[in-house]
């Protein structure tokens, strides 16, 4: 959606590429900080989280609105 590269993304969340390599193919599961620090920066880039509704579930859209 942002158009980021895992290279973007991992410089923008302040972890390590591989972190988000490992996490992508399922060799590990991110701390819960390293999370939160992935959600954070992609919100900053413009994404956000939805919430899940009743018919939904959880999903992302991005915000035209931050720059």
Do not use: C
């Not at 942002?2 to 290279?7: A, I, Y």
């Not at 993304?9 to 900080?33: K, N, S």
């Not at 880039?45 to 931050?66: A, C, Q, S, W």
Request: proline share 4%.
């Amino acid at each position: 959606m942002l158009g980021w590269s895992r290279e973007d993304l991992a410089e923008a969340a302040r972890v390590g590429h591989r972190t988000i390599v490992d996490f992508e193919r399922g060799a590990r599961q991110p701390y819960e900080r390293t999370v939160r620090d992935l959600q954070t920066a992609l919100e900053a880039g413009g994404i956000e989280f939805l919430i899940p509704d009743h018919d939904k579930g959880p999903g992302l859209r991005l915000n035209r609105l931050v720059e």
